[in-house]
C-alpha cells in the first residue's frame, strides 16, 4: 500500500518538461553548439524531437519520473566511407525551471559489418536547457 502511494505521489507532483527547450552543448573542439528538443510528456512517457544543424532525430524510449527524466536519439554519422549507427543517451532532471542534462554514447555500430565502433575519450557531455515555449 505504501509503494503503491508512493508512485501515484510521485505521478501528481510530475514536473511538466511538454514544450520545446534549447541551449549550449560543449563539442569536441571545445567550442559550443546550439541544441533544441521538442519534448511532449503523456504521463510518465516522453517523446519528440532532437533539432540539429541539418537534421531531426526522433526521442524513443523517454521516461518521466517526478523531476527526472531519460531518453534515447538514435542518431547516424558518417566516418569516411561507413555509416555508423549511434544511440545517445539522455538522462537529467529540471531544477529551478532549467533541465540539467548528460548526454553519453550509448553504442555504435557500422552500418556495414554490424561491428562495434570504439570512441577516444570521454562520450559524456552535461549541459543545461531553458524552456523556449
Do not use: H
Not at 65 to 81: K, M, W
Request: glycine content about 10%; overall charge positive.
Amino acid at each position: 500500500m505504501r509503494i503503491a502511494l508512493f508512485f501515484l505521489t510521485a505521478c501528481l507532483y510530475a514536473e511538466d518538461f511538454s514544450g520545446i527547450w534549447t541551449g549550449q552543448i560543449p563539442t569536441r573542439n571545445n567550442d559550443t553548439q546550439e541544441i533544441s528538443f521538442q519534448f511532449i510528456q503523456e504521463g510518465s512517457k516522453i517523446s519528440g524531437k532532437l533539432y540539429g544543424d541539418y537534421k531531426s532525430m526522433p526521442i524513443i524510449e523517454g521516461k518521466i519520473s517526478g523531476n527526472v527524466l531519460a531518453f534515447i536519439v538514435p542518431s547516424q554519422e558518417q566516418a569516411g566511407n561507413q555509416i555508423n549507427e549511434t544511440r545517445f543517451r539522455f538522462s537529467g532532471r529540471m531544477v529551478d525551471g532549467k533541465i540539467e542534462l548528460t548526454r553519453e554514447r550509448e553504442s555504435a555500430k557500422n552500418a556495414g559489418n554490424s561491428g562495434n565502433v570504439q570512441f577516444k575519450g570521454s562520450t559524456r557531455t552535461s549541459f543545461t536547457l531553458k524552456k523556449l515555449i
